[in-house]
């Protein structure tokens, strides 16, 4: 936590987030990306939860997972590739690919709903991968995001999020931000 405060990651205020829903708390974790030591430490101990696991890949969505893919395939010592949006679903390009039996771990920088893991996860055993687990900076989903593999975080925030309907910051006349990467 330390280190994500120093680096500016943690926002106070009215967010609407990647999945649609409104919170009083974003994290910006790019901020912290942008410095390879600080990038390596966490991505580093990521990987450690996973070096038993024999990963073969590495993947994240792009493009804030993009990174931490490089990152933690580094400390793995195995290959790094990201999933894109194509036609609003996320799919490989760039010439990417997985060979059926490989053992993929999957990386995001903040899990909120799971929603991008999951797409990412359905990529992989579509393409025959079998995936090994998930990792991630920041797990903000109070418990609720759910996967079919073991999920290990570096760090649980605690932020209400609430559906646009029903939002009190809404209510409250506060300003709403749109701070992430992707449109919704």
Do not use: W
């Not at 490089?70 to 990201?82: D, G, K, M, S, Y």
């Not at 194509?86 to 060979?99: C, D, P, T, V």
Request: proline share 5%; charged share 20%; net charge neutral.
């Amino acid at each position: 936590m330390e280190i994500l405060r120093e680096t500016g990651v943690l926002h106070q205020g009215h967010f609407r987030l990647t999945s649609g829903k409104h919170s009083d708390t974003y994290l910006q974790c790019a901020l912290v990306l942008q410095y390879p030591d600080k990038a390596g430490l966490l991505c580093g101990q990521l990987a450690s939860y996973f070096k038993d696991q024999q990963v073969d890949v590495v993947i994240g969505p792009a493009i804030g997972a993009v990174v931490m893919a490089q990152e933690t395939a580094r400390a793995l010592e195995v290959r790094a590739i990201f999933t894109e949006r194509e036609n609003g679903r996320m799919a490989l390009r760039r010439g990417f690919s997985i060979k059926p039996g490989e053992r993929v771990l999957a990386v995001e920088d903040v899990v909120t709903t799971g929603g991008s893991v999951q797409e990412v996860l359905e990529v992989v055993k579509e393409l025959g991968g079998v995936p090994v687990g998930v990792g991630a900076i920041v797990d903000r989903s109070s418990g609720q995001a759910l996967f079919p593999v073991p999920l290990h975080t570096l760090i649980k925030v605690e932020a209400k999020n609430y559906e646009p309907n029903d939002c009190p910051l809404c209510r409250q006349g506060l300003p709403l931000t749109k701070p992430g990467s992707r449109q919704v």
